[in-house]
């Protein structure tokens, strides 16, 4: 199984392949912060990917979009930031979050 290892919690967890990161990493009683239903709008959820960004599936148009469009087009320029709600995992990664807790 996948692994996800979330700085600067420092935590490490198990991902079933193809989940979201911010679900695998939920799912193990931890808090991620949103501001929409998971749904790729608010970009709240936005991570950087320290490592393994090859080992996500691909940025979508709609994520593409909402970044866009919430955060401004040089956004983009740092291939980095990821949704945590539509990166799904194919592999191990390294994500850095700010306001990730313990639920
Ligand atoms: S939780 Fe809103 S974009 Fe991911």
């Known amino acids: ?10 935590i490490e967890v198990e991902a079933p392949y193809g989940e979201t990161v911010m679900n695998a ?14 749904a790729g709008e608010c970009t709240n959820c ?8 090859g080992r996500l599936s691909n940025m979508g148009r709609y994520e593409r979009e909402n ?16 949704l945590a709600c539509q990166a799904h ?4 990664v390294v994500v850095h979050k700010q306001g990730v807790i313990p639920n």
């Open 1 to 10: 199984m996948p692994r996800i290892r979330v700085e600067p919690l420092g």
């Open 25 to 38: 990493v939920c799912a193990q009683g931890y808090f991620w912060p949103i501001g929409c239903d998971k």
């Open 46 to 53: 936005a991570m950087e990917v320290i490592s393994g960004i």
């Open 67 to 82: 970044l866009i469009r919430q955060r401004g087009r040089q956004t983009l320029e740092d291939p980095r930031l990821r």
């Open 89 to 92: 995992v194919e592999g191990d």
